[in-house]
């Protein structure tokens, strides 16, 4: 059990990760679109009917706008799984502290639980103490 929470701990993490890169990404690229759009499109030209011919007459601002709404969606989507990792964590870790009573039924084996809990909170940040961290 605790080897499994390791691995959902580690899962959980790189998902993290993995949303942090999406959103910086997709952060960065709507800004620069953005200013983009202002520079080139809106400031020289004077209405609104030229601005947006000006936008749909060159394929490239549609081709980025779809990269950039398909990275949203993969932030969304990565969130949801890096959820879901949060949650299964979070459940195996106070079944964990629930159990443990059980899985540490001798009294040296309830002595040595501490150690573990211990190396457990230093190595890997899991706290195995309360349910509430």
């Known amino acids: 059990m605790l080897f499994s929470v390791i691995e959902k701990k580690e899962k959980w993490e790189r998902l993290k990760i993995k949303v942090k890169v ?3 990404f997709t952060s960065v690229g709507f800004a620069v679109f953005f200013i983009y759009i202002v520079w080139k499109l809106i400031i020289p030209n004077e209405t609104i009917t030229s601005v947006t011919a000006a936008f749909l007459g060159r394929l490239e601002h549609l081709y980025i706008l779809l990269l950039l ?3 949203y969606g993969g932030i969304l989507f990565y969130k949801n799984k890096c959820d879901k990792a949060e949650g299964e964590f979070h459940a195996l870790r106070c079944e964990i502290i ?4 059980d899985l540490w039924r001798g009294e040296q084996e309830w002595n040595e639980r ?3 809990f211990e190396i457990m909170k230093t190595k890997y940040g899991i706290n195995l103490f ?3 961290s």
């Open 22 to 24: 999406l959103q910086v």
């Open 69 to 71: 709404f398909t990275s």
């Open 98 to 101: 629930q159990k443990s009573a």
């Open 114 to 116: 501490h150690k573990w």
């Open 130 to 132: 309360y349910e509430n």
